[in-house]
C-alpha cells in the first residue's frame, strides 16, 4: 500500500502522485489518510510553499474512490468503515478547498468522482485537452458527492443538472464551461508545465507560471458539445420536480430528438440517485459553502451507501458488467423524496 502515493519536496514544491495506475488512481483509504496526513504536516513546514498533486498512469488522473471496496464493506455489514472512508474523504476535500497554500492539481485523461473531489476544490486547476470529466454516481446507485455539488452550484443549473444527471463523461472544454477545472495544456505539455511550477521562486511566482501555461482554446465548438446540448434543451431540466424534468426527457425520447440518446441514458440510471441530485443541486445554489455541502454529502453517504442499489449498482457497472442493474425503486414517481429532503437537511443538535 505503501507505495500507492508518492511524496517528495522539490524546491519547495511539496508533490503528492497518486500511484495506483492498473485502478487509474482509484482511491483507498490508505492514499485518502496519507494524503490528507500529508497537508496537515505541510500547513506548518516552511519549507513547503505549495502543494502539486498529479497522477501516474497513461489512462488518467484518478477514476474516484474504490467503490468495490466500500461495497464490500456494506456487504459484510461493517458500515462503521464505510462510514469512516466517506468522512475522511470528505475531510481531506475541505481540507484542500480551504487550504492555506496554493495547491494545484495537475490533471489528465480520466477525472471522476473522488479524484474531482481532489482536482475540482484546489486552487488552480491544470488539464491536458485529452482529458474526460465525469461524475457517474447516479450509475452505481450513488450520488454526486466530495463536495462536487458547490462547484456545479457556481455555473448554469441546467448544464450541472444534465451532468450529474446523466453522469456522462465530458471533454477538457466542457469541464471548463461547467466550472470543473481552469486551464487547458496540450498533452505534450505536461512535463514542461510540472517543471515550471516547480522552478517557481514564491508562493507569488506561481500565479504568474500558471497563468504563463493558459493556451488558448480557440474554435473549441466541437469539444463543448455537452453544455452546448444542455444550452439547447435548458427548458428540460429548469423544473425543481424531479418527476418532472424525467417527463420532460421521456418526450425528448418519444420524440426522437437530438437529447433523446442523453435521455435515455439518464433514464436508465437509478432514479433514488437522480432525485438526490435534483434537490441537492438546488440546496448547494442555495447554500453553497464548501463545509456545509461537504456535511450534507455525509449525510446522504449514511443514507445512500447501505441502500440495495449502490449494491446493485456496482455489480452491474464494475463487478458482473452487464450494465443491467434493477433499482428498487425503479420510477422516479416511486421515489421516497422525503426521505432524501431528510438526509439533506441539518440535524438538530
Not at 87 to 98: D, G, K, Q, R, V
Not at 126 to 149: H, W
Not at 276 to 305: K, N, S
Request: hydrophobic share 45%; net charge negative; aromatic share 6%.
Amino acid at each position: 500500500m505503501e507505495n500507492q502515493i508518492e511524496l517528495s519536496i522539490e524546491n519547495g514544491i511539496g508533490i503528492i502522485t497518486l500511484n495506483r495506475p492498473e485502478a487509474i488512481n482509484a482511491l483507498t483509504p490508505y492514499m485518502i489518510e496519507t494524503i490528507h496526513k500529508t497537508l496537515l504536516d505541510w500547513i506548518s513546514d516552511d519549507g513547503v510553499r505549495a502543494i502539486l498533486i498529479e497522477g501516474k498512469g497513461e489512462r488518467g488522473f484518478c477514476a474516484g474512490g474504490d467503490v468495490r471496496w466500500t461495497r464490500d464493506m456494506i456487504l459484510k455489514g461493517n458500515h462503521k468503515c464505510a462510514f469512516e472512508f466517506f468522512a475522511l474523504e470528505y475531510e481531506m476535500n475541505h481540507l484542500i478547498a480551504t487550504y492555506n497554500k496554493p495547491i494545484i492539481a495537475l490533471t489528465h485523461g480520466v477525472v471522476m468522482g473522488g479524484g474531482l473531489g481532489i482536482a475540482g476544490h484546489a486552487k488552480y486547476r491544470i488539464t491536458t485537452q485529452n482529458s474526460r470529466f465525469a461524475m457517474p454516481e447516479a450509475a452505481i446507485g450513488y450520488f454526486c458527492d466530495v463536495g462536487v455539488r458547490a462547484i456545479l452550484a457556481k455555473g448554469a443549473r441546467h448544464r450541472a443538472m444534465m451532468f450529474m444527471l446523466s453522469g456522462s463523461l465530458v471533454s477538457a472544454v466542457d469541464g471548463v464551461v461547467l466550472g470543473l477545472t481552469d486551464t487547458i495544456i496540450p498533452e505534450e505539455g505536461v512535463a514542461s508545465a510540472r517543471a515550471a511550477i516547480i522552478r517557481t521562486g514564491s508562493a507569488e511566482d506561481v500565479d504568474a507560471q500558471i497563468s504563463s501555461l493558459c493556451t488558448a482554446l480557440g474554435n473549441s465548438d466541437e469539444f463543448v458539445s455537452f453544455c452546448k446540448l444542455a444550452d439547447k434543451f435548458d427548458d428540460v431540466f429548469n423544473s425543481e420536480d424531479p418527476a418532472e424534468i424525467y417527463s420532460n426527457l421521456e418526450k425528448q425520447v418519444s420524440q426522437k430528438s437530438e437529447l433523446a440518446e442523453v435521455a435515455t441514458l439518464i433514464l436508465s440510471r437509478c432514479p433514488t440517485s437522480n432525485m438526490v441530485h435534483v434537490l441537492g443541486l438546488d440546496a448547494a445554489r442555495e447554500t453553497p459553502e464548501i463545509g456545509q455541502v461537504l456535511a450534507a454529502d455525509l449525510r446522504l453517504a449514511h443514507f445512500m451507501a447501505v441502500r440495495d442499489d449502490f449494491v446493485e449498482g456496482v455489480r452491474a457497472v464494475l463487478i458482473d458488467k452487464d450494465h443491467a442493474p434493477n433499482w428498487s425503486p425503479d420510477r422516479m414517481g416511486d421515489v421516497a423524496g422525503e426521505k432524501v429532503v431528510l438526509a439533506l437537511k441539518p440535524r438538530a443538535n
